[in-house]
């Protein structure tokens, strides 16, 4: 089974990544596809801004069931998709009928809204995991159900903690998802529809483990539990192997600051920027093997205004991924009187 994930311009490309990540980690029959409009772009630039993505211009947009599914459509016909093919879009708009997914049963398309989940799960979850559960869901039900209207006479009007949960009081899909499973008498329709093992043991595999990352953070929260941090300057990225393998992906110049830090547990005043510039340097060169003038100027341009504005991406990156008590341990931030510094103990730090 191929299953094509795509995105809108809407859908910040962090989150798209992620969930592509966990999706395609998972073993089995189903095989998921990168987007290949997504192929081109590449996050390495540093003058580019992920807060451009996805910003408050789109913030209310509102698309139909039809305009969603046009867009998979669309993306079909461009790239000769076969039409036995799912296309998933991950899209950033609100929809008209403020669903969180949906599926059109004539042409294996569905979406996914990636917006607004803080509401329901607050600023804490990350939420690659609740759109994955969704994409899991909908290929389930797929092989379940051949129309909408099957799919309708099955849902449970009242929640159970069930992947059919209609979940009309939307406050109802943090016991869905939280419980990430089907009731007994959806479990008699899986078995009476003979699906492949293999299938259902990728599907329910992936949903342990969102389940598990849910109540793993939230007990990591309550018990002020941190976890180790494994940064990879080479691929530029931050992995949290403790909180469901979360992968935090930097710009080069981000990659070089966040190191330097981690390199000074007792911080760093930003006015003595220029004291650390060769060990910055150092680093930069390291992380992209360019050690020619311009990339000289580029690190030694680093200055107060532009730290302020490192240190704000990066740390949205991690409460991004993290959520805002997790990232506390890993964001550089300034208390007091004191410099900027990471928290985390260093014991926990793999580089």
């Excluded at 599926?103 to 804490?124: I, K």
Aim: proline share 2%.
């Amino acid at each position: 089974m191929n299953v094509h994930i795509i995105r809108d311009e809407h859908c910040p490309l962090a989150v798209y990544q992620n969930v592509f990540e966990k999706l395609s980690k998972s073993a089995g029959v189903i095989r998921f596809i990168k987007s290949m409009d997504d192929a081109l772009i590449t996050d390495d630039t540093d003058d580019m801004f992920d807060e451009k993505e996805g910003e408050s211009k789109n913030k209310y947009r509102f698309l139909s069931f039809s305009q969603l599914y046009d867009i998979c459509e669309n993306y079909r016909k461009k790239h000769s998709i076969d039409k036995n093919d799912h296309v998933f879009l991950l899209s950033g708009a609100n929809n008209y009928q403020n669903w969180f997914s949906n599926m059109d049963y004539q042409g294996n398309n569905y979406f996914v809204q990636v917006t607004e989940w803080e509401l329901f799960f607050g600023t804490e979850i990350e939420v690659s995991f609740l759109l994955c559960y969704h994409v899991m869901a909908w290929l389930l039900k797929r092989k379940l159900f051949s129309s909408e209207d099957e799919v309708m006479a099955a849902v449970h009007t009242k929640a159970k903690g069930c992947m059919m949960d209609f979940c009309q009081d939307k406050r109802d899909i943090t016991l869905k998802i939280r419980t990430a499973d089907v009731c007994p008498v959806c479990l008699n329709i899986i078995k009476s529809k003979d699906v492949p093992f293999n299938f259902l043991n990728q599907v329910f595999s992936l949903w342990e483990e969102i389940r598990k990352n849910i109540v793993f953070r939230e007990r990591a929260e309550f018990l002020n539990k941190m976890g180790r941090i494994i940064i990879n300057p080479s691929k530029k990225t931050l992995f949290f192997p403790e909180y469901g393998d979360i992968l935090v992906k930097l710009q080069p110049k981000e990659m070089a600051f966040y190191q330097l830090f981690i390199s000074e547990p007792n911080g760093i005043n930003l006015n003595s920027l220029r004291d650390h510039a060769k060990t910055l340097k150092h680093y930069y060169f390291i992380i992209t093997g360019n050690d020619d003038i311009s990339a000289t100027e580029n690190i030694y341009a680093i200055h107060d205004n532009v730290a302020s504005q490192l240190i704000s991406r990066i740390n949205k990156k991690l409460v991004d991924n993290l959520g805002e008590t997790l990232a506390s341990y890993y964001i550089i931030e300034r208390t007091m009187n004191e410099p900027h510094k990471i928290l985390i103990n260093r014991e926990y730090v793999n580089l």
